[in-house]
T-cell receptor, first 114, second 112 residues
Framework: NAGVTQTPKFQVLKTGQSMTLQCAQD?????MSWYRQDPGMGLRLIHY???????DQGEVPNGYNVSRSTTEDFPLRLLSAAPSQTSVYFC?????????????FGPGTRLLVL | GEDVEQSLFLSVREGDSSVINCTYT??????LYWYKQEPGAGLQLLTY?????DMKQDQRLTVLLNKKDKHLSLRIADTQTGDSAIYFC????????????FGAGTRLAVHP
């Protein structure tokens, strides 16, 4: 199994550009989530999904959209990038919800918005 | 509100024990976790403890939970250079199914 994969590894955007961060898992996990990691702040939950067709907001959802058309994929879209979205983004998945199962994290995407 | 706090930095000598501390605010948290992040990598679950336990041991790792003080600690025995990483404490708050709240992370530096 490849586990949780994320692409791209690095990305530079200009303010106002849009892009999609890709996340895929091959473990048939129902639960997937996106976090952002900022210096001195730990990880904060952006959006999560408990299964195909179901998504919900986390702690910091503004400026981000998600969809879950398949069990395997959970892309994160930035509609109009802002410098405040410069961060490292992690995707995670687990068999069930976070409180009972190990969450597996991807290697992260480093995003710089100029 | 929900908050998890950790000291930001810890330096230890190789072979000594490391103790990383964490405080949390939600006394109804059901699960508390320790994650490890190596440079340039994602987070790896090290261990977790259920709220009805006060101690859990797993090889070199010992987790202590003081529910009264809402204090969690991770002890690493015989610390090695490979243990150098950032360690995150996280909780699932009450009613927060699917939602992990992370501390800012403690950077552990192991020197000879």
């Amino acid at each position: 199994n490849a586990g949780v994969t994320q692409t791209p590894k690095f990305q530079v955007l200009k303010t106002g550009q849009s892009m999609t961060l890709q996340c895929a898992q091959d473990m048939n996990h129902e639960y997937m989530s996106w976090y952002r990691q900022d210096p001195g702040m730990g990880l904060r939950l952006i959006h999560y999904s408990v299964g195909a067709g179901i998504t919900d907001q986390g702690e910091v959802p503004n400026g981000y959209n998600v969809s879950r058309s398949t069990t395997e994929d959970f892309p994160l879209r930035l509609l109009s990038a802002a410098p405040s979205q410069t961060s490292v983004y992690f995707c995670a998945s687990s068999r069930q919800g976070a409180n009972q199962e190990t969450q597996y994290f991807g290697p992260g995407t480093r995003l710089l918005v100029l | 509100g929900e908050d998890v706090e950790q000291s930001l930095f810890l330096s230890v000598r190789e072979g000594d024990s490391s103790v990383i501390n964490c405080t949390y605010t939600d006394s109804s948290s059901t699960y508390l976790y320790w994650y490890k992040q190596e440079p340039g990598a994602g987070l790896q679950l090290l261990t977790y403890i259920f709220s009805n336990m006060d101690m859990k041991q797993d090889q070199r790792l010992t987790v202590l939970l003081n529910k009264k003080d809402k204090h969690l600690s991770l002890r690493i025995a015989d610390t090695q250079t490979g243990d150098s990483a950032i360690y995150f404490c996280a909780e699932i708050p009450s009613g927060g199914y699917n939602k992990l709240i992370f501390g800012a992370g403690t950077r552990l530096a192991v020197h000879p």
